[in-house]
């Protein structure tokens, strides 16, 4: 303890005030605004002055809050283990730790507390020990405002469209028997440039036009199909990732176009039929469920990709998996100008034109909507964004700047954390040459081929092999699926005795019929169903014949 009269110091910065500090803290915890479902950050709490006040008032006023403390500074953290009282460590509502890494941080209050325990996240500095580490404290605080921000959008996405997701999947089940994994799909050590369909992909689409002889590969995200199809540049792959009916215009005039495509088991059937004639499968969990661990028992699951919201980071990913050289993504833009949104000739700048007139002018009208935000982009020009894009760029930041592999390319989009080529540099490391390619990486004439796509199997070969191998399986899956739900439906109807235990373990099991309820919203695996609910219970009944139809 501090000696009456005498400021605490350390490292040269005054950390608590000599005259009275214990009422000083109190006084920050009784002018808190107590609100619900908030978790209060409080960074280097030393002695835990103030603690216990706040504690009784969180009882008091809110009991869906806590107390998270952190202590970055070693010393100090030994010094509040050591002198923060027993009765405060003890409580459920409160933890100290010294995790000071960010993903760790948010893993360990979703841990600690559980998923969406909280809607906000509010600082209190009961010490002057924040000044020591405080851009470590206001990044701690910023990660986990924006991971709660991203639980609670997932939810509302779920409640959504969990059901689509699931029917999607079902329907999509066929597809198994005919396109092999994603994760059996290499290019080797070959660039690969990743497409978005932002408004500066046409100047790489331009600057494309001067390669000929091409040895690198490139993956798109469906958006930019029509683009790409003007132009006559055919890509090695073709992301595939909407549930909804919203994409199906972007293969407006590819029918037919035999270009190979990579399709998210719970993307929409019909777009994911319209080019799969060459197809890989890839599975994003959207959320954690009991089916997806029987299907990847009985081997219908194909490699699992993480949920990351965009099809262009989807893209970034898979082509990380897919290559072990360099990736350059261009159109990744996470911003729009005053009178594009998409690049040239994609479907939303397609119907631009078609409402030009002469009195009306090209124009994107959400560079004026009230989420619009001005932003500047990589190349210093002024440019739009908005939240959700702006998350969007925020991830990828998160999930790739850490791979020296990734570049991006200058334009208008806004910076991705990663390092930025100058549109020639890009070309240069793209534009290989066979003599070039093949003596840096020692290949002979003969193996020139393990470089280019892999060559497909004919349709008709290719779905009746795999058919014969998986056919018999999802047949068998679709059959235990279907008791599953007649035994559910029979017991919620009456028809069938069952203890309350068993009726427990059905709810669990067939999770994907209520993982989209509001209250539900997550799957088992967050919040557990109350078999004694009778209006959950209501509601599960529902959705049994609509599945029951389905399979």
């Known amino acids: 303890m501090i000696m009456q009269g005498q400021p605490f110091v350390h490292k040269g910065k005054t950390l608590l005030s000599g005259i009275d500090p214990v009422r000083r803290a109190e006084k920050a915890a009784d002018a808190v605004s107590i609100k619900d479902r908030t978790l209060f950050l409080c960074p280097s709490p030393i002695f835990g002055y103030g603690l216990i006040r706040l504690l009784e008032r969180i009882k008091t006023e809110s009991s869906s809050c806590a107390v998270l403390c952190v202590e970055v500074e070693p010393e100090l953290y030994d010094l509040a283990v050591n002198n923060i009282d027993s009765s405060i460590t003890s409580d459920k509502m409160f933890r100290l730790t010294d995790i000071c890494d960010k993903t760790q941080l948010a893993v360990f209050v979703k841990e600690t507390w559980g998923a969406r325990a909280f809607s906000r996240v509010e600082m209190i500095k009961f010490t002057g020990g924040y000044q020591i580490f405080s851009q470590v404290y206001d ?7 924006r991971e709660i921000a991203i639980d609670w959008s997932n939810a509302l996405t779920l409640t959504k469209l969990g059901r689509l997701y699931i029917r999607n999947a079902v329907r999509n089940l066929k597809l198994v028997s005919q396109f092999p994994s994603i994760s059996q799909l290499s290019f080797g050590e070959a660039p690969v440039l990743v497409l978005g369909a932002g408004p ?71 777009s994911a039929y319209l080019l799969a004639e060459n197809g890989y499968l890839f599975f994003t969990p959207w959320t954690t469920l009991n089916i997806f661990e029987r299907l990847n028992k009985a081997g219908l699951l194909p490699a699992s990709v993480p949920p990351l919201g965009s099809v262009g980071l989807t893209a970034v990913e898979l082509a990380r998996r897919l290559t072990s050289g360099k990736i350059i993504c261009a159109g990744l833009d996470f911003s729009f100008t ?135 399986g999802i047949i068998s899956f679709i059959e235990d699926e279907k008791k599953l739900l007649e035994e559910l439906r029979g017991i919620l109807s009456g028809e069938v005795q069952a203890s309350k235990e068993r009726l427990s373990e059905l709810i669990a099991e067939c999770d994907y019929l209520w993982a989209h309820f509001p209250d539900y919203a997550g799957g088992s695996q967050t919040i557990s169903a109350n078999a004694n609910d009778v209006s959950f219970l209501k509601r599960l009944r529902t959705e049994i014949d609509p599945m029951l139809k389905l399979f």
Not at 228 to 252: A, T
């Open 139 to 145: 990044s701690l605080c910023d990660t986990l405002r």
């Open 200 to 270: 500066s992909l046409d100047e790489t689409l331009d600057a494309l036009n001067s390669v000929k002889d091409r040895y690198f590969k490139i993956v798109c995200v469906d958006t930019c199909l029509g683009a790409l199809k003007d132009r006559g540049i055919v890509p090695d792959l073709v992301i595939i990732l909407e549930s909804q009916h919203w994409n199906l215009k972007d293969f407006i005039g590819c029918k037919g176009w035999k270009v190979p495509v990579a399709i998210d088991i719970s993307s929409l059937p019909a």
């Open 338 to 472: 005053a009178d594009k949104f998409h690049a040239r000739s994609t479907p939303g700048h397609k119907t631009h034109l078609n409402l030009q007139t002469r009195f009306r002018r090209i124009f994107n009208k959400t560079a004026y909507d009230s989420a619009s935000l001005a932003a500047v982009s990589k190349s210093g020009f002024s440019v739009h964004s908005n939240p959700a894009l702006k998350n969007y760029r925020a991830l990828f930041e998160q999930e790739f700047s850490g791979d020296s592999r990734v570049f991006d390319i200058e334009g208008t989009g806004l910076p991705l954390g990663v390092k930025t080529l100058a549109m020639e540099e890009a070309m240069d490391i793209l534009k290989m040459n066979t003599e070039d390619f093949t003596r840096g990486h020692g290949v002979c004439g003969e193996r020139r081929e393990e470089f280019k796509l892999p060559s497909f199997p004919t349709p008709a070969s290719s779905a009746s092999l795999r058919l014969r191998e998986n056919s018999s």
